[in-house]
């Protein structure tokens, strides 16, 4: 059974950097499509970005757009996110999560396996 582990979240500065990494195990992640999701205090998830299982098509928010990547790598069977010019308002809690299907969408409902977060702050 496909479990997830989010890491590589932490505090950083405004502007700064961080990767997010999803790493998989029980199953591999090529047939699954992966979200990255954010949610902050007493803010509803939301979706940021996905890859899909077929063809690595990707997605991604407008809110996040031009400043985050989402990526796959099959060899270690993790997907990543790196985060740019990081601004207060990216604080939140990071979750991935997968679906069978490969159409790349970034709704929560969509999505059936969670990861449990990972903490991402980001303040002077």
């Known amino acids: 059974q496909l479990q997830l582990v989010e890491s590589g979240g932490g505090l950083v500065q405004p502007g700064g950097s961080l990767r997010l990494s999803c790493a998989a195990s029980?199953?591999?992640?090529?047939?699954?499509?992966i979200g990255w999701f954010r949610q902050a205090p007493g803010k509803e998830r939301e979706g940021i970005s996905c890859?899909?299982?077929?063809?690595?098509?990707?997605n991604y928010a407008d809110s996040v757009k031009g400043r985050f990547t989402i990526s796959r790598d099959k060899a270690k069977n993790t997907v990543y996110l790196q985060m740019n010019s990081l601004k207060p308002e990216d604080t939140a809690i990071y979750y991935c999560?997968?679906?069978?299907?490969?159409?790349?969408?970034?709704?929560?409902?969509?999505?059936?396996?969670w990861g449990q977060g990972t903490q991402v702050t980001v303040s002077s």
């Open positions: 999560a997968s679906r069978l299907f490969s159409i790349c969408v970034i709704m929560p409902s969509e999505y059936g396996v």
């Open positions: 029980g199953s591999s992640l090529d047939y699954y499509t």
């Open positions: 890859i899909a299982s077929i063809g690595g098509s990707t």
